[in-house]
């Protein structure tokens, strides 16, 4: 799966599942991993089947909670929900893209200046990540930090590992500001 081969990842991922007895302690890990590999795909709904059976069987998993909670955020559905499972993963272990997410339901809840408070405590712990300096600067265009939101723009665009339809929206943004919300 960490070489991008999601396809061949499923299939033995599900081999696994079949051989493995389903109270075994890896099963919830498994769903989990096959999840990721079929979000990857685009198939939407066999992840989110994959996660949330990954959750009933293990509810304590603080990247399970990270990354169906941050995906439905995105997605712009069950945002109460995700921001309620949110909060559950950072009591589970503070990590700065749990804290990133955390941030980025808020602003889904047009609450900026909650969202700026996390966005910027998990750029502190991750500054070279774009896509987090990217949540932050949103969040700072959205309360009124102009400028500031402006420079942390520019700072991504020269971070190494962006990828071409951020920078594309980052440079959207620094010419017309935000023109919508997620």
Known sequence: KDNDYYKKSIKFYSIALKKINEEHFLVPKILYRRGTSYERLGEWENAENDFLKSLEINSEQAEVLNYLAYSWIDKGINIEEGLEMLKKA?????DGYIIDSLGWAYYAKE???EAKIFLQKAVELLPNDPIITDHYADSLWMTKNII???YLWNAVLKMENVEEELRKKINHKLIFGITKKI
Request: charged letters at 35%; a neutral charge; zero cysteines.
């Open 111 to 113: 609450n900026y200046d």
């Open 90 to 94: 950072i009591n589970l272990r503070e």
């Open 148 to 150: 500031q939101a402006r």
